[in-house]
């Protein structure tokens, strides 16, 4: 079982930056698919990014360039730095660990991840 705790998230001005990171427990982290997605009001949950177990990086074409993924398997800890915000940014952030192979082509699909975080506010202001 892994438990993740999103932090970060808060009030930003248009053009500025935030970092989120995601906290995970629990033993064989770097063993695990991470992605970020989000959820603005009223719409779907849409995939942002996504890191293998490798250090492979995929980027959903609205956030590429702006965003980046990393993580620190030293820490148990994945981040989103994001960059150049938007006021149509806003929304829960959420990041979401996979344990399966199924995370290696499907890194994009909310089915391929098996446990999620609690969310974090991010609110852009024009």
């Known amino acids: 079982q892994v438990q993740l705790v999103e932090s970060g998230g808060g009030l930003v001005q248009a053009g500025g930056s935030l970092r989120l990171s995601c906290a995970a427990s629990?033993?064989?982290?770097?063993?695990?698919?991470m992605g970020w997605f989000r959820q603005a009001a009223g719409k779907e949950r849409e995939f942002l990014a996504a890191?293998?177990?490798?250090?492979?990086?995929y980027y959903a074409d609205s956030v590429k360039g702006r965003f980046t993924i990393s993580r620190d398997n030293a820490k148990n800890t994945v981040y989103l730095q994001m960059n150049s915000l938007k006021p149509e940014d806003t929304a829960v952030y959420y990041c979401?660990?996979?344990?399966?192979?199924?995370?290696?082509?499907?890194?994009?699909?909310?089915?391929?991840?098996?446990?999620w975080g609690q969310g974090t506010q991010v609110t852009v202001s024009s």
């Open positions: 629990g033993r064989a982290f770097s063993g695990y698919g």
């Open positions: 979401a660990a996979a344990r399966t192979l199924y995370f290696s082509s499907n890194y994009f699909l909310r089915r391929a991840y098996d446990y």
């Open positions: 890191i293998n177990w490798g250090g492979s990086t």
